[in-house]
């Protein structure tokens, strides 16, 4: 067993919805947060009582004092506060001496349940890209060229509040916009299935959210008609936004950083594997 004072558990940052896959699709990409017991190293900050790592510490049996050291950036809809609950879950975990695969089912309920939904949770604990349904992470196969592409994020100079946003979706949507995201749901996950990047053209049209959200956020819209006309293969709202995400050849993740509107920076970032783990 670890000493409790050596324990550090790292979780990566996630991409919500993948446009389609409103509330159900998730992606870990390569932004970190690591949460630790004892004193803070350097560039970690110590967690209070009220930060969102304390809870799902606490409700899987954690102890002590709790540190955070993150570049994932907070209200920008790369599932800040996701990561750094999955942290937190996974490491009193590891302080009882089990591995964190061994009690994923109760670190992805605890997560989801504080979060309101595990589409972002599901990815931080697992890695990879996958699908949360009826309170399960259900993992996507990843080939090698889907594996290996690259997370374009653009990243503008607002934030957003997940709550808020949430606010401004309506509780009922037509027949012809389900089906519309039924469609392009499926032929992500097919993409995904197949390895096939051509798949994912259209796959990340939305009807059920982006309409209401995308408006709000200066340039979005315009990042992913552009974004996707320099070559990327699909370009979606990140989470409730404001970032945008794009997959893309690595060969074309330049160019398509390139193109991005300029009230924002952007991130070239891969798709993390190996989700929530002891370092």
Not at 1 to 19: F, I, Y
Not at 38 to 55: S, W
Not at 162 to 189: E, F, P
């Amino acid at each position: 067993m670890h000493q409790l004072s050596e324990l550090v558990v790292r979780a990566p940052a996630s991409s919500a919805n993948l446009g389609a896959g409103f509330d159900v699709f998730g992606m870990a990409v390569t932004l970190f947060a690591d949460v630790g017991t004892g004193a803070p190293p350097d560039g970690a900050q110590p967690c209070g009582e009220q930060h969102p790592a304390r809870a799902p510490f606490a409700r899987l049996g954690g102890v002590g004092p709790l540190w955070l050291r993150t570049n994932i950036p907070m209200a920008r809809g790369l599932g800040f506060s996701g990561a750094v609950r999955v942290a937190a879950a996974g490491l009193a975990v590891a302080q009882s001496g089990l591995p964190i695969e061994s009690c994923g089912d109760e670190v992805l309920a605890v997560t989801a349940a504080l979060e309101g939904h595990g589409d972002n949770v599901g990815a931080s604990l697992l890695g990879g890209v996958g699908a949360y349904v009826d309170g399960e992470a259900v993992p996507f196969p990843l080939g090698p060229v889907l594996a290996g592409a690259s997370f374009v994020a653009w990243v503008p100079d607002v934030t957003t509040s997940t709550d808020a946003s949430r606010r401004t979706l309506g509780d009922q949507v037509s027949r012809l916009d389900a089906v519309h995201n039924l469609g392009r749901a499926t032929k992500m996950a097919m993409a995904f299935a197949h390895d096939d990047p051509a798949l994912l053209a259209g796959a990340a049209d939305d009807r059920l959210h982006q309409a209401d959200r995308l408006p709000s956020i200066p340039g979005a819209a315009e990042a992913i008609e552009a974004g996707t006309a320099a070559g990327a293969w699909c370009g979606w709202l990140s989470g409730s936004g404001p970032t945008v995400g794009f997959l893309a050849s690595n060969e074309n993740a330049e160019a398509v950083a390139r193109v991005l509107p300029g009230n924002g920076h952007v991130k070239v970032l891969a798709v993390d594997p190996q989700g929530a783990r002891v370092l």
